[in-house]
């Protein structure tokens, strides 16, 4: 490698300045006479095979990842047609639940229409029994003989046609009565019957529910697995589309926020201008990255958290989470732990943490460092770095869909960056997006 830096030293200093062809041609050679050894590496890195190797790699990964995205896409589709398949089928649960309550309801009704018929026919019964017992006392007629005579009453009876009547009219109430209790008894029981066949269905629509409620389960175990599977593939092509740019001589370092901007504009589709007003109002364009280490971030945001009590428990934890991801990144990038971050936010509750121009927390950086890597051809983006924070932001920007420089579209996008809205950082980004010229007045 010291031949190709030794000529890019040569080309830097010699660019439009001329020169002797004589002398090109001496200086040529004695760099080939002391850095001959370095010839291998330098072939190695700009073999044109190499380069087709690598697109040859990146083609069959794009291959990959659409064979998964396809097979993600179809057990997507299936999984929708379980939730439907299982909304259906609760939906019918609780239908036959319901009607097994409203059938339960009509049968104990049912047996309260029974229970007040018996206690009718009984006070009929007893009424009867007591014009039995009068006739008999008015005739003087044996009861026996009343009662077990084959005939009819009115032959026994020599009672007056009145009675005789009322007799008939007692007669034909118990005789409604009895009938009335054995069609309900008939009804109680097809009652019954219809709740047994109700309880028999449910416990096939549970057993169906249980089933799809598996399938459900295994079917999003199968899209996570499809997702870490693209998730990985992705960060691959990232690191050969970063290989390719570096054999290719694409890797691009910016010397100051203008040339990041424009890099990252170009790259994104986000406008210049939105870029600027949101690089002014998070860091001042870097000027304001943080003066604090991560263990000042963690000791000022428990405390304010434990202040609250046990609620925010859930960001403690997400606090310690971001804070063994930021010590991997430091790490990965050879930097010190106590690597400056944005403070503990004063005036309210949050945390602080955040890295660089874009002010990426460090879980939010892990997300998007695969697309920054294979933007810049680096193949360890560095939140600190100046176009590696630029381009994260302008590719947060994009997926929000900043790419145009309307109001409307800038709100949308400062909630989504900010985590809500704003009115003065929002303010502030329109009018910068507006105004950045006056940034390098």
Not at 9 to 18: P, T
Not at 217 to 229: G, L, M
Not at 345 to 367: C, E, H, L, N, T
Request: hydrophobic share 30%; with cysteine; proline share 2%.
């Amino acid at each position: 490698m010291c031949y190709t830096l030794g000529m890019k030293h040569w080309n830097n200093s010699h660019k439009d300045k001329g020169g002797s062809f004589l002398f090109s041609g001496l200086l040529m050679i004695g760099l080939g006479i002391v850095f001959c050894i370095s010839f291998p590496a330098l072939a190695d890195e700009i073999n044109p095979d190499k380069i087709d190797e690598t697109k040859g790699d990146i083609k069959d990964l794009e291959k990959k990842i659409d064979k998964v995205t396809k097979e993600k896409t179809s057990l997507s589709q299936n999984l929708q047609a379980i939730d439907g398949s299982l909304t259906a089928t609760q939906r019918a649960i609780q239908e036959t639940k319901t009607h097994i309550e409203t059938t339960q309801e009509t049968i104990s009704r049912k047996e309260g229409e029974i229970a007040q018929l018996e206690v009718k026919l009984g006070q009929q019964k007893k009424v009867l029994q007591d014009m039995v017992q009068l006739m008999y006392d008015t005739s003087q007629t044996p009861l026996s003989e009343v009662v077990f005579h084959e005939g009819s009453m009115s032959q026994i009876l020599d009672g007056s046609d009145q009675v005789l009547t009322l007799q008939e009219r007692i007669g034909m109430l118990i005789d409604e009565s009895s009938k009335t209790k054995e069609n309900i008894k008939k009804e109680r029981e097809d009652l019954d019957n219809i709740k047994k066949e109700k309880e028999q269905l449910l416990v096939v629509q549970n057993s169906q529910k249980n089933n799809l409620l598996g399938a459900k389960q295994e079917t999003q175990s199968d899209i996570a697995e499809k997702d870490a599977t693209i998730e990985e593939l992705q960060k691959k092509l990232a690191e050969l589309e970063s290989d390719l740019n570096i054999l290719t001589g694409k890797s691009f370092n910016a010397k100051d926020i203008r040339e990041a901007v424009n890099f990252a504009s170009d790259e994104t589709g986000v406008p210049e201008g939105v870029l600027y007003g949101f690089l002014k109002m998070e860091t001042n364009l870097g000027a304001n990255t943080g003066q604090c280490t991560y263990k000042e971030v963690e000791k000022v945001a428990v405390a304010r958290y434990k202040k609250y009590g046990t609620k925010y428990q859930s960001s403690i934890n997400l606090l310690y989470k971001r804070r063994d991801i930021f010590y991997e990144i430091v790490k990965t990038l050879g930097y010190s732990k106590d690597k400056k971050v944005s403070c503990s936010p004063s005036g309210y509750i949050g945390q602080g943490g955040a890295m660089g121009v874009s002010q990426f927390m460090s879980d939010v950086w892990k997300g998007y460092e695969a697309s920054v890597r294979s933007k810049t051809g680096h193949s360890k983006p560095d939140p600190w770095s100046l176009t590696d924070g630029v381009m994260a932001m302008a590719l947060k920007l994009q997926k929000a869909g900043a790419t145009s420089s309307k109001e409307s579209v800038i709100k949308s996008a400062s909630i989504n960056y900010l985590g809500g809205f704003n009115t003065s950082y929002y303010n502030g980004i329109v009018y910068w997006s507006k105004n950045y010229k006056k940034l390098f007045e």
